[in-house]
């Protein structure tokens, strides 16, 4: 601020407060086999409703993506992210020919995703509503069920309502390609049966618009006592007029207009899908409505593009006859069971993702994906893997053997077993099916945070498996003797609870002590990207006590929050946290660096795995 005259300023002097906000903690990601839907790429689904509307329903070949999507909602999920993988799925698809006299591929219209959910699907094409003459209208229907309807479609790539355009941002089921092929024919204006064939001399003007040059209007000089009079008139004004752009000169000099069977015929000197003859009202001395000629004096205006619709009728999206208006057509195919490498892939589409909080690939426990997700994880440093194991490990033996096999005994990463009893979905089963427990796991891991909170630990009687209804395996104290050192975390079947995870361990164990527990680690994971969001507006700040003072103060802030939320262990704050950034974490080797150092330190609360009850007996006193 500039102080060049006397008077009283004002200035905004900043505190220096930045709040720093906590990030989702529950926010999860699933990698798996699904009917349909865009292959590995992350979206996001909100509930089980919307994650059948995008990836279709239950598969009954052993794989439990929706069966896990559905768990996970039940059980207090609330953001899902959703990764579809396949082995060399296909997309069903069908190409149409045109309209023209030497018909070619006009338009390709494929699933919206490949699987064979859409071998199912026919397109009806039918000419549109408004403008039959120029437009379609697109119908999908399955069965005898009308999934969606596109009405008013054009080919003109120019036009707004361009078929690529109007369904690609519309359509659940199907996207549409046009082929690309122009047409052969000029754009047209065409009057109806009842036009005059004599024009008086008050009524002579015509607006004129030829291939989207734009209007202009024409004066039709005398004779005009015939139709053939009146014809020679309208193409010679237009002949006589400027292409407004140079690219559309050869439409008015090779315009023509003719008089047969008691109508007049406008046509575009050029040919092609932007050929069109567009005849409007003049303000004065107006002839179009003597002449009806123009949309709104009932005549008839057909663009060029209008030939290069589909030809009518209905053709299934796949397993067409290559005959008449087919000229191709694909089966849609699920592919072969995804392999390993596949599962292993779909982790990637998360890399863009920054708000994922939680990783799963259901039903998936094969020793390389476990190991694959818990790295993928650790990689990352800002989200947790929830894994299962094969469905055929049953005992305390299979369990330790196979908990003993993983090769990366990670913080980032958690075991649970044995899978989980529920009542079959698709009503298919008359007994109840066994289902991953992944599923069921991180909807009450988002549960038990939005309740309690991150460092609550999603274990105990009030981690309740809703929709459960038995398990694989029935296990004893003596036999999570065995499991829990090993960092497996069981669920179990107590009478006064249910069916709970009665286990908050994590795969490090015995490798990392200091991050046994899930809810320290996913703590940690917290602390850390809110800090790291939080503190973004300090980066190029001048590197001096100022700025250290601020760090202090809004990570300490944060920190006390917290603290009185019950994050961390301690009955005051000193105890519970503390936060160093000052000159002894900041050396001026470290200031000439470009580097500032923040040394943020905090004391988890632990869940009580072992409650110890000491009993003795008192005797009675003698008094």
């Known amino acids: ?66 069966h896990s999507a559905l768990n996970f909602f039940n059980n207090g999920g609330k953001r899902l992210y959703v990764v579809r993988v396949a082995k060399d799925a296909r997309t069903a698809s069908v190409t149409l ?12 219209i494929a699933a919206s995703s490949p699987g064979a959910w859409a071998n199912a699907i026919s397109v009806a094409i039918a000419d549109g509503t408004i403008d039959p003459a120029n437009e379609l209208k697109l119908t999908v229907v399955s069965g005898t069920t009308v999934l969606e309807s596109f009405d008013n479609l054009s080919m003109d790539p120019d036009e707004a309502n361009f078929v690529e355009r109007a369904i690609g941002s519309g359509s659940q089921s199907i996207v549409v390609e046009a082929q690309g092929n122009d047409s052969t024919v000029g754009g047209t204006s065409v009057s109806d049966a009842t ?8 009524q002579r003007n015509l607006v004129i618009d030829l291939d989207g040059d734009g209007p202009q209007v024409i004066a039709l000089a005398d004779p005009l006592t015939s139709g053939a009079e009146i014809a020679t008139a309208i193409q010679n004004a237009v002949r006589a007029l400027l292409a407004q752009r140079a690219a559309n000169a050869a439409a008015y000099t090779g315009f023509t207009c003719t008089f047969a069977a008691d109508r007049y015929t406008l046509t575009s000197g050029t040919v092609g899908k932007r050929s069109v003859v567009h005849v409007g009202n003049a303000a004065v001395q107006n002839a179009a409505p003597l002449l009806r000629l123009g949309s709104t004096n009932g005549g008839t205006e057909t663009g060029g593009a209008a030939v290069l619709r589909p ?138 945070d939005a309740r309690r909170g991150v460092w609550k630990a999603p274990a105990g009687a009030e981690a309740n498996l809703g929709g459960a209804v038995g398990l694989a395996a029935s296990m004893t104290d003596a036999q999570q003797d065995v499991l829990n050192v090993l960092g497996a975390n069981l669920i179990r079947f107590f009478p006064s609870s249910g069916i709970v995870v009665w286990g908050t361990r994590t795969l490090a164990t015995r490798s990392d002590p200091e991050y046994r527990y899930v809810p320290v680690r996913r703590l940690a994971i917290f602390l850390e990207r809110s800090i790291y969001d939080g503190i973004q507006w300090a980066v190029f700040e001048p590197n001096d006590e100022p ?44 200031i000439d660096a470009g580097i500032v150092t923040v040394l943020v330190g905090f004391a988890p609360v632990k869940p009580a795995e072992f409650v110890v009850i000491k009993i003795s007996q008192k005797t009675a006193s003698t008094t």
């Open 1 to 66: 601020m500039e102080f060049l005259h006397p008077g009283v300023f004002i200035q905004e002097v900043s505190s220096g407060v930045q709040p720093i906000e906590g990030v989702s903690t529950s926010t999860t990601a699933f990698i798996g086999k699904a009917e349909k839907g865009p292959l590995n790429l992350a979206t996001l689904v909100t509930s089980f409703t919307e994650f059948q509307l995008k990836f279709g329903g239950f598969l009954n070949d052993g794989t439990f993506l929706a």
């Open 97 to 108: 020919a045109d309209r023209e006299s030497s018909a070619v591929a006009t338009l390709r």
């Open 195 to 202: 036009a005059v064939t004599a024009l008086n001399a008050n």
């Open 311 to 448: 030809v009518n009728g209905t053709y299934a999206l796949s397993g067409a006859t290559i005959a008449g208006a087919v000229t191709t057509s694909t089966t849609g195919s699920d592919g072969g069971t995804p392999q390993t490498s596949d599962y292993n892939g779909g982790l990637g589409a998360l890399d863009s993702v920054l708000d994922v909080n939680i990783v799963a690939i259901p039903g998936i426990g094969a020793e390389p994906t476990i190991d694959a997700g818990s790295s993928y994880c650790q990689n990352r440093q800002d989200c947790f893997f929830v894994a299962d194991v094969d469905p055929t490990i049953v005992t305390p033996t299979d369990g330790a053997s196979f908990v003993n096999s993983l090769t990366n005994k990670s913080s980032y990463g958690a075991v649970y077993f044995p899978w989980v009893k529920m009542i079959d979905p698709t009503g298919a089963s008359p007994t109840p099916i066994l289902v991953a427990p992944s599923g069921w796991v991180t909807g009450i891991y988002a549960r038990i």
């Open 547 to 590: 700025l250290w003072s601020s760090l202090r103060l809004n990570i300490g802030a944060f920190m006390l929050n917290q603290f009185r939320a019950g994050s961390f262990q301690g009955d005051t704050p000193a105890r519970a946290f503390f936060v160093k950034c000052d000159s002894d974490t900041n050396p001026q080797s470290q």
